[in-house]
């Protein structure tokens, strides 16, 4: 059974960066993601990278509008372990940050970590 662990959240003032880490156990995925919810608010989608059917190997990344330009995801197969880069960060960034990983062929996310929490002061 895979497990997700997420970590890297914390308490921050407008504008400044923080890295979320995703440590993956039991299995490798080829599509990952980042979401998030805010208190009162439905879980959004933030960022998500898809391994291509490439020999290459290169993947595909995809981002929410609200973070483009800001956040990064990337991901390090060594250590089975995506990332989230989020600079500039605004108050409206506050939220739980979950990974989420698929391997159904309709591409729902059906496995998830347990949540880090993000806060951002202004």
């Known amino acids: 059974q895979a497990q997700l662990v997420e970590s890297g959240g914390g308490l921050v003032q407008a504008g400044d960066s923080l890295r979320l880490s995703c440590e993956v156990s039991?299995?490798?995925?080829?599509?990952m993601g980042w979401f998030r919810q805010a208190p009162g608010k439905e879980r959004e989608f933030v960022a998500s990278?898809?391994?291509?059917?490439?020999?290459?190997?290169?993947?595909?990344?995809d981002y929410a509008d609200s973070v483009k330009g800001r956040f990064t995801i990337s991901r390090d197969n060594a250590k089975n372990t995506v990332y989230l880069q989020m600079n500039s960060l605004k108050p409206e960034d506050t939220a739980v940050y979950y990974c989420?990983?698929?391997?159904?062929?309709?591409?729902?996310?059906?496995?998830w970590g347990q949540g880090t929490q993000v806060t951002v002061s202004s």
């Open positions: 989420a990983a698929s391997d159904l062929a309709n591409n729902r996310y059906n496995y």
């Open positions: 039991g299995r490798t995925f080829r599509r």
């Open positions: 990278t898809r391994r291509t059917e490439s020999v290459l190997a290169s993947y595909y990344v």
